[in-house]
């Protein structure tokens, strides 16, 4: 895929992914332009300062609840990447009807704003939570994905197409414990919900290539699952604060011992590959199914959880993944 005559637009671009995602672009793939769709002028404000201030880069001010708005910017826009969010668990559990209209119907704006405009490929971001979701965070997600690839069924016959990514938790974005754990450090006492729970992980440059990836793979229809490490939150504690008391303080309404980031169910419409699953349509008279011949079918009763990964971070694996953050947080640049 060529990606220097290509415009890219990332909704929610001032976030952690987007931000990284960007630089990325820019630097290893040299596209025409980049826009950077988000709903805050200081956060943009704040990008442009901190050197993405690139000539082919562009910012504009939207949210995505607003489709024309959307419809305005995907003008001319060859590839949507679509991140934009609200992913703070308690924060959508206490506002459920603002998590509903950016998560839910915000993607469907998107969807629909990106046929209307002719854009060749959506990619939406999606999370592991969406399996099997116990707190509306994740039922937003799940509901969003289904979303993005059922609407193939109706852009079939024109070019747009649409697929998702999934994977786990990112280590240092905002919203990660990580930073939490870098604070609660000083005090000398760290504090876990269950000293059980296990979770995936993946640095932020794994997620973003992943996604590159995956747009220049995609036909349409696919949720795309990459293979990454686990790790239990207490040896992720003990890798940032290994001399600090460890309190268990039970586990939090909508939170899960551990994550899936493939159902029992969806693996039996997934392939394998060397680096990721691959979950296929449903039921659909469109495209999607030559996976099937790139990869390797399930076993029956197969799935993917964060307990049952054939793949774990050790002490030192989660000490290299949490260096650079561990950094910045000391040079008082991470974003909590």
């Given at each position: 895929?060529?990606?220097?005559?290509?415009?890219?637009?990332?909704?929610?671009?001032?976030?952690?992914?987007?931000?990284?995602?960007?630089?990325?672009?820019?630097?290893?793939?040299?596209?025409?332009?980049?826009?950077?769709?988000?709903?805050?002028?200081?956060?943009?404000?704040?990008?442009?300062?901190?050197?993405?201030?690139?000539?082919?880069?562009?910012?504009?001010?939207?949210?995505?609840?607003?489709?024309?708005?959307?419809?305005?910017?995907?003008?001319?826009?060859?590839?949507?990447?679509?991140?934009?969010?609200?992913?703070?668990?308690?924060?959508?559990?206490?506002?459920?009807?603002?998590?509903?209209?950016?998560?839910?119907?915000?993607?469907?704006?998107?969807?629909?704003?990106?046929?209307?405009?002719?854009?060749?490929?959506?990619?939406?971001?999606?999370?592991?939570?969406?399996?099997?979701?116990?707190?509306?965070?994740g039922g937003t997600k799940l509901v969003g994905e289904?979303?993005?690839?059922?609407?193939?069924?109706?852009?079939?016959?024109?070019?747009?197409?649409?697929?998702?990514?999934?994977?786990?938790?990112?280590?240092?974005?905002?919203?990660?414990?990580?930073?939490?754990?870098?604070?609660?450090?000083?005090?000398?006492?760290?504090?876990?919900?269950?000293?059980?729970?296990?979770?995936?992980?993946?640095?932020?440059?794994?997620?973003?290539?992943?996604?590159?990836?995956?747009?220049?793979?995609?036909?349409?229809?696919?949720?795309?699952?990459?293979?990454?490490?686990?790790?239990?939150?207490?040896?992720?504690?003990?890798?940032?604060?290994?001399?600090?008391e460890i309190e268990i303080i039970g586990i939090r309404?909508?939170?899960?011992?551990?994550?899936?980031?493939?159902?029992?169910?969806?693996?039996?419409?997934?392939?394998?590959?060397?680096?990721?699953?691959?979950?296929?349509?449903?039921?659909?008279?469109?495209?999607?199914?030559?996976?099937?011949?790139?990869?390797?079918?399930?076993?029956?009763?197969?799935?993917?959880?964060?307990?049952?990964?054939?793949?774990?971070?050790?002490?030192?694996?989660?000490?290299?993944?949490?260096?650079?953050?561990?950094?910045?947080?000391?040079?008082?640049?991470?974003?909590?």
């Amino acid at each position: 895929m060529n990606w220097t005559d290509k415009t890219i637009l990332i909704t929610g671009g001032t976030g952690s992914f987007g931000k990284k995602f960007t630089k990325m672009l820019l630097a290893e793939k040299n596209p025409q332009k980049v826009i950077i769709f988000s709903r805050d002028e200081l956060k943009q404000h704040e990008m442009r300062v901190a050197g993405y201030n690139n000539p082919r880069l562009r910012y504009f001010i939207g949210d995505v609840r607003d489709r024309d708005r959307l419809l305005r910017a995907m003008h001319d826009v060859d590839i949507v990447v679509h991140a934009a969010a609200l992913k703070q668990v308690p924060a959508c559990e206490y506002n459920p009807m603002e998590a509903i209209k950016t998560n839910i119907i915000g993607t469907s704006n998107v969807i629909e704003a990106a046929l209307d405009a002719g854009v060749k490929k959506v990619l939406a971001l999606s999370t592991d939570k969406a399996v099997s979701p116990a707190n509306l965070y994740g039922g937003t997600k799940l509901v969003g994905e289904k979303l993005v690839v059922q609407s193939n069924n109706y852009a079939a016959g024109r070019a747009t197409r649409y697929s998702c990514v999934r994977y786990g938790n990112v280590v240092g974005s905002r919203g990660s414990v990580v930073p939490l754990f870098l604070k609660m450090r000083a005090t000398g006492k760290l504090t876990v919900t269950d000293d059980r729970m296990t979770r995936f992980w993946l640095s932020l440059e794994q997620g973003v290539k992943f996604v590159i990836d995956c747009i220049e793979q995609m036909e349409g229809g696919e949720v795309f699952v990459p293979k990454i490490p686990s790790t239990t939150v207490i040896d992720l504690a003990r890798a940032i604060a290994p001399d600090a008391e460890i309190e268990i303080i039970g586990i939090r309404p909508g939170e899960k011992l551990h994550e899936d980031l493939l159902s029992v169910d969806e693996a039996r419409h997934s392939v394998e590959l060397e680096t990721m699953f691959v979950v296929q349509p449903v039921s659909a008279s469109w495209f999607g199914y030559s996976w099937q011949d790139k990869g390797k079918s399930l076993p029956e009763g197969f799935s993917y959880t964060s307990d049952n990964n054939s793949e774990w971070l050790d002490l030192e694996g989660m000490k290299n993944y949490i260096a650079p953050f561990e950094k910045a947080y000391n040079e008082g640049t991470l974003e909590g």
